[in-house]
């Protein structure tokens, strides 16, 4: 999990970087980049871990300078996206971006993930500082065998919860926090709606430009 934010952060700089055809052109290699980077961390805090080099300052210093830099990374690319995505609304195209329809598409995905990852941000600092808020109230009472029980309990709670706190940040950004859009009612289990035919073109290109514009919406 700690690794979630630095992950999305890089796979967000390749979107941003091939704007143009993102989404048309597969390229498997930035999730083999993102993948490895993920198993080689892991293999090193795993091995200095087991040998005796695990030092909580080094690594708790290098988990916050790691932080740091995804966040400036974070700030430029929503700045620059959105100044791109501005400059496209305004008419002003540049000249390697031939179909405009397409990159205004992938900006305003670009923006909306990053917004649903400042969410999950801001969801990962709260749940990580009542952790060692708990976990350092257990070392303060430590002498007190039921408070420092209580406080141990309390931590290990938060940290179990931590998964459900970024299920319900999901949920809520993809507009899923209510009961009934995840679940069906059982009354309409099994009934069918036709879905009425376009006989003509009246109202045909309305509805064509409010589905867009609701899915250009920031």
């Known amino acids: 999990m700690a690794l979630y934010l630095p992950s999305v952060v890089i796979e967000q700089c390749f979107a941003s970087k091939f704007i143009v055809d993102y989404e048309k052109i597969p390229r ?3 999730s083999g980049i993102i993948i490895s980077l993920g198993y ?3 293999a090193i805090v795993a091995t200095s871990v087991l040998l005796g080099f695990y030092n909580v300052v080094v690594l708790v210093g290098g988990f916050c300078v790691l932080m740091t830099i995804c966040c400036l990374l974070y700030i ?3 700045r620059r996206d959105s100044a791109r995505l501005r400059d496209i609304n305004r008419g002003v195209t540049p ?3 031939v179909y405009t329809l397409s990159t205004r598409f992938q900006l305003a995905e670009n923006l ?18 009542a952790t060692c808020i ?6 303060v009472f430590e002498d007190d065998a039921q408070l ?10 938060s940290m179990a919860m931590e998964s459900d706190v970024f299920l319900v940040v999901f949920m809520v950004a993809l507009g899923l926090h209510h009961f009934r859009s995840i679940i069906p009612l059982s009354s309409k289990i099994g009934v069918t709606s036709e879905i009425p035919a376009i006989n003509d073109h009246r109202g045909a290109y309305n509805a064509y430009l409010h589905q867009m514009s609701s899915t250009w919406r920031i």
């Open 28 to 30: 498997v290699w930035i």
């Open 40 to 42: 080689i961390l892991s």
């Open 76 to 78: 430029a690319l929503y």
């Open 95 to 97: 000249k390697n971006i």
């Open 112 to 129: 909306r993930v990053l917004k649903i990852l400042m969410q999950l941000s801001i969801a990962m600092a709260v749940s990580c500082v």
């Open 134 to 139: 708990l976990f350092g109230l257990s070392e």
């Open 148 to 157: 420092s029980r209580i406080c141990n309990a309390l931590t290990n709670l």
